[in-house]
């Protein structure tokens, strides 16, 4: 599966940043986490993503989801390929949102 | 003191990230972890320079202090007064790197 294919994908617990405006990730997580499947969302992103990534993260917990919390923040460096056969690194972000849900 | 006179200053163990190339924060990071007053160096940014901040945090502890460790990663929100009056939110990071020396 390409980037271009993941991107925004919700079949997962897992929301891909990528160059879109932040409300579309903003709606993915709200998407998942109101779904009964799950209690945490975790946004990846890479690059100038990343700033797009902790924007989604904040939207989500000040203006929608109140009652979720910032569970962890992972950063890290990816090799990746290029066209021309050399690789290069890529800063990426990976921001746990969990919520705590009532009994049902 | 402005956000442009605040930029790559050192004389805290805060580094502001803005945009210049990522290696002058890391420089600057450097620079203060090597110092004996501080053992611990936080880089802040806000919006687009996040991602930067990360690119910082990374090749500072992959390439140079390798024994560097993230104690923490935080992310907020900040309200921004605009030249027009209005106020704009932004998205803001923080990120601590620590070392530990050896006695001396």
Redesign the interface.
Known sequence: MTDEEKEGRADTNIVYVGNKPPMNYVTAVMALLNSDEFDEVTLKAR?????RA??A??ITR?RFVTNAE?KS?????ESLDREDGRTS?V???E?CLTVKKSNK
Chains 1, 2 share one sequence.
Request: hydrophobic letters at 45%; glycine letters at 10%; a negative charge.
């Open positions: 690059g100038n993503a990343i700033s902790v924007d993260a904040e000040n910032i923040i992972k950063i890290g460096t690194n800063s990426s972000i921001i």
